[in-house]
């Protein structure tokens, strides 16, 4: 049972413009969520993060969007680089039980020139 | 955030033996967990690594297939036993600080291929 789904996996956008990451979940306990980067050979990377409570939120070219009514978040870069290619990972976590968290199935993002 | 590392990088064994990851974080945290990740499949959450007692352990994986140390606040080991190709894998470790944290920092992982 995939509760934290990626249905892309791969998106393909050109340097400079904007590139959507999107992300899906089923358990409505879940109320924290992260984006991680993984490139070849490297271990995940935390990117940022959002609770529930809010429904954005902004570091630098990145922005997590969180629609709870729908269990839906996505990753906003702006603008893309060609060092943003990698894949990414959204996750879930219900943090009133416990501080494991599960993870989706990834997204492969190549930005090109 | 913490820096983890990870010995070995990578490593090929025969089937039948086991290996021993081990993870040291830079800092004291209260949480540590080990994770695997097959080859284009996402992270699966192992066991969380307590210290000073038994590892939790996520449903599929039992301890005496992945038998886990946790000594103290920043080190952490992972064994896989008697292995078969199937193990073959990237296998992580990852710390967090724990609430109101909910972050958690990974290792490079350590690469495995079992022949």
């Known amino acids: 049972d995939q509760q934290v789904k990626q249905n892309s996996p791969s998106l393909s956008v050109q340097e400079g413009r904007i590139s959507i990451l999107n992300c899906d979940y089923t358990n409505s306990m879940f109320d924290y969520f992260l984006w991680y980067k993984k490139y070849p050979a490297e271990g995940p990377t935390f990117l940022i993060s959002i609770s529930s409570i809010k429904d954005k939120n902004e570091d630098g070219r990145f922005t997590v969007f969180l629609n709870k009514s729908a269990k839906h978040l996505s990753l906003h870069i702006v603008p893309s680089q060609p060092g943003d290619s990698a894949v990414y990972f959204c996750a879930a976590i219900n943090t009133g039980t416990a501080s494991k968290l599960t993870f989706g199935t990834g997204t492969r993002l190549q930005v090109t020139l | 955030s913490a820096v983890i590392s990870q010995k070995p990088s990578r490593d090929i064994c025969q089937r039948g033996t086991s290996l021993t990851i081990q993870c040291q974080v830079d800092s004291q945290v209260t949480m540590m967990f080990w994770y695997r990740q097959q080859p284009g499949q996402s992270l699966t959450l192992i066991a969380t690594?307590?210290?000073?007692?038994?590892?939790?352990?996520e449903s599929g994986f039992v301890i005496d297939k992945f038998p886990i140390s946790r000594p103290n606040l920043t080190f952490s080991t992972l064994t896989v036993s008697n292995m078969s190709p199937e193990d073959s894998s990237i296998y992580l470790c990852?710390?967090?600080?724990?609430?109101?944290?909910?972050?958690?920092?990974f290792g490079p992982g350590t690469r495995l291929t079992v022949t």
């Open positions: 990852s710390a967090q600080q724990g609430p109101p944290s909910y972050e958690q920092y």
């Open positions: 690594a307590n210290q000073g007692s038994e590892a939790t352990y």
